[in-house]
C-alpha cells in the first residue's frame, strides 16, 4: 500500500494549480490549470491576437508538467477539480481529449469547463457532484467540502487513502455571509479533525495578518458610491465573481439604468451561472459576445447616460472590452466612471497593461475608482484556524512563490510545527507519505 505526492503545477510558483497523486498504482489529478503570467507573455510577444499551438503552451510552461507521469496514462483514473478559475481548469480546454478518464467537478465548474472545451473543439467527459458529496473514483473515496470563494461551487478535495486523509484546501476563504453561493463549511470540516494525514492549503497571503473580509464587505462599499452625476459608468472585475457582478447589477439598478454586458469570459460565466440555475443575470439584459458584437453597439450608441455597462479588462488584458473601448470603439470624456473592484496581479505584464489602461483614460480625463475589492483568499489568521481545527499530521504550502512558502512555514514553525512535518515541495519534486 503506497501513496505518492506528485506536483505537476502551482507550487513554488502562482498558476497552473495540478497534483497527481498515485495512490496504490492508480492516479489521480487534482485541478488542471493554466499559468495566467506565462500565457499573456506568449500573447505580448505575437503582437496579435492568436490562439497559441498546444507544443507553444508547453514549451512555455502554461500548462501542468504532465512529462512526470509519462508511461502512466492507463494507470489515470480521475480528475478531480476544486472550482471554476482558469488557474485551475484552464489546462483542460488544450488537453481535454488527451485524457480517457471521466473528469469530476461541481455543477458550476463543470458547466464552465464544457464550455472551454466546446470553445476549443474538445470533447469533455464530466461527471458532476454537489458541492457537499461524497463519491467514489475506481475504489478511492473522496469528499467534496462546500467552502466560499471568488467564484461560486468551490470546494476543498478529501481523498481517502490508505496512508489517511489527504486534503486539498486550495483557495477558500472562511466566509459566513457570501453574496451568491456557499458558505465555508466549518461545522464538516471539524469532522476531519486529526484525521488528516496532509494538508495542503494555498499560502498565497500567508504573510498578510488578520482574517480575510466577507465578500458582503465590498457589496455594501460598491452599493455606497454616489454615481448619479456620471455619463456613462463602467464596471469591472473578475469574470468569474458571479457574486461582485450582481452587485453591479444591483447598482444599475438602483440608478435606474439598463445593463450591458461586454466580453467573451463575462458571457461564459454568466452563461453557466444560469446553465446550472444559480442566477439568471443575462436574460432580461443585453449581452455583447463578440468583437463585432461590441463594435456594432459602440457605433450606434447615442445615450450612454441610459446604460450602466459591466465589461472584462480589469487587469488591461489586451484583447478585453475596456482595451478595445479605449482604442477606439468609444469616445471617453471627464463625464464618464470606470470602476475597477479587483486588484492588479502582481505580474510584470499585468501590471504594464493596466497602467496603459489607466493612462489612456487618465488623458480623456477619465473618473477612475479602484481596488474596491476582497479577496477569496485565507489570510494568516485564517491559516491558524484551519490547521487548528483540522490538526493535520503534514502541511503542505501551495498556490504561491518559494517567498510565500517560507511565510507559511515560518507562521506554523512558532504554532508549534515541527520542521520535517511541513513539506516545501515544488513543481518537480515527489514525496511519499
Known sequence: ?????????????????????????????????????RYLEVLAKRKTQFNPSLKLLKKAEVLPDLTRLKGRKRDLVGIICSHAHLDHIGGLQYLANKFSCKIHATPFTASVIRSLAEKNNKTTSLEIHPCNSSFNISGINVDFIPVAHST?????????????VIMYANDFKLDQTPVIGNKT?????????????????????????????SEETTRKELLSLK??????????????HIARIKTFCDMAKKLNRKIIFAGSSLSRYLESAKDVKLIDLISNNTVLKTKQDIYDFFRRLRYPEEYFFIVTGHQGEPNSTMMKLIEGEFKFSSQDLVIFSNKIIPSEVCIQNREYLEKKLSQDKVHQIKDIHVSGHLFQEDHKKVVSMLKPEYLWPSHGEPLMMENMNDVFLKEGFKREKILMLKTGDKFNL
Open 1 to 37: 500500500m503506497s501513496v505518492t505526492i506528485i506536483p505537476l503545477g502551482g507550487f513554488g510558483e502562482i498558476g497552473r494549480n495540478s497534483l497527481a497523486l498515485d495512490i496504490d498504482g492508480k492516479i489521480l489529478i487534482i485541478d488542471f490549470g493554466f499559468h495566467l503570467e
Open 152 to 164: 461560486p461551487d468551490a470546494v476543498i478535495i478529501a481523498i481517502h487513502t490508505s496512508a489517511g
Open 185 to 213: 463549511n466549518l461545522d464538516l470540516l471539524k469532522k476531519y479533525s486529526g484525521k488528516v494525514k496532509l494538508l495542503c492549503m494555498d499560502c498565497l497571503y500567508s504573510s498578510q495578518k488578520g482574517h480575510c473580509e
Open 227 to 240: 454615481l448619479k452625476n456620471y455619463r456613462a459608468i463602467f464596471a469591472t472585475s473578475f469574470s468569474s
